[in-house]
């Protein structure tokens, strides 16, 4: 049981910190700036379509036949962590986009960096705000993935678990004793917790890419319109994809394997941060050691976009 309450435990952490940051008070000129991104990203329409359109694909996978001989939950698992994945991309590119880019063009930026704010802080706290707001998208999301996922099992009266069968077994034993009306509830609450940790590697490293992707879109903003800024963004997200299957299908092609390498240089592999396939098997050890050497291969990309922002906006003439 204690994945259980770790994982329950993290989830009250992440969306009370959220909550704070949107209606409590901050010290500190970055967290000013990422507060005031944050609260006007999850104000914006576009959060809330993307999200409600996210969670109706959701629920509507739920009842779509899939053919697959009996794995349609598999098949479920995998397009619902796309789910996360696209609408946090979409929210962060766009956002980053217009945001920055409407506060250079119309002069807002000069107002703010005339005080004593320097131009890292902007940058940073535009980013950190931008990428939070991305963060309680995928938080619900992941809530709500694991509530469709135990949806599915009791609608369909399938034979899978929820989760691996030690945690299963241990949240049937916890809610045994209790009494039916206490126990029915709470029991589908701990299988949605379960759930979501044999999930939580999906998650996490879909955030990894967004955080990659987020930064781009900031340093980018800088220096280019929304319309462009989108195009490198997503022309980048797709190469990245791309790289991973060139190194693994360039066999013996001096063309192919060239290309592989350089993109797999320039590039971050992002298809290394793709485990849905490994997770919808049910396979849901995906080793915490890989995680981090995802993450941190995520971070060094990070902060390179992020570095390589601050020199384009160093030279960016507000006047």
Same mark, same amino acid.
């Given at each position: ?153 009791? $609608?369909? #009266?399938?034979?899978? %678990?929820? +989760?691996?069968? &030690?945690?299963?077994? @241990? ?118 050691? $890989?995680? #981090?050497?995802?993450? %941190?291969? +995520?971070?060094? &990309?990070?902060?390179? @976009? ?14």
């Amino acid at each position: 049981m204690t994945p259980v309450f770790v994982t329950l435990a993290t989830l009250v952490l992440i969306i009370g910190s959220l909550i704070y940051l949107a209606v409590g008070p901050v010290s500190g000129k970055t967290m000013a700036i990422a507060q005031a991104a944050y609260r006007e990203s999850i104000r914006q329409p576009l959060f809330w379509v993307l999200l409600i359109a996210s969670m109706f694909f959701m629920f509507l996978a739920v009842f779509i036949p899939y053919f697959t001989l009996g794995e349609d939950l598999k098949m479920m698992k995998d397009l619902q962590l796309d789910a996360i994945l696209l609408p946090c991309l979409i929210l962060t590119i766009v956002t980053a986009a217009l945001s920055i880019a409407e506060e250079i063009e119309g002069r807002t930026a000069i107002t703010l960096l005339s005080k004593p704010v320097a131009r890292w802080q902007f940058i940073s706290g535009k980013f950190l705000g931008i990428l939070l707001s991305a963060l309680l998208m995928a938080v619900v999301l992941t809530i709500f993935l694991g509530f469709t996922i135990n949806f599915k099992i009791n $609608y369909e #009266g399938l034979d899978d %678990l929820a +989760g691996p069968r &030690y945690l299963v077994e @241990a949240v049937q034993e916890f809610t045994r004793r209790l009494p039916l009306v206490v126990m029915s509830p709470l029991e589908y609450f701990l299988m949605i917790l379960v759930s979501i940790h044999a999930m939580a590697a999906g998650p996490i490293l879909i955030f990894c890419q967004v955080t990659i992707l987020t930064a781009l879109a900031v340093a980018l903003a800088t220096r280019l319109p929304l319309v462009l800024n989108l195009v490198v963004c997503f022309g980048f997200f797709f190469a990245g994809r791309i790289t991973t299957v060139l190194e693994t299908q360039a066999g013996g092609d001096r063309l192919v394997t060239f290309f592989a390498q350089v993109f797999g240089f320039a590039l971050p592999s992002l298809g290394y941060y793709d485990v849905g396939q490994t997770l919808a098997q049910g396979i849901s050890d995906v080793p915490w050691t $890989y995680v #981090g050497h995802a993450w %941190l291969h +995520g971070l060094i &990309y990070t902060a390179m @976009a992020l570095i390589f922002g601050l020199v384009l906006f160093e030279d960016r003439d507000l006047a």
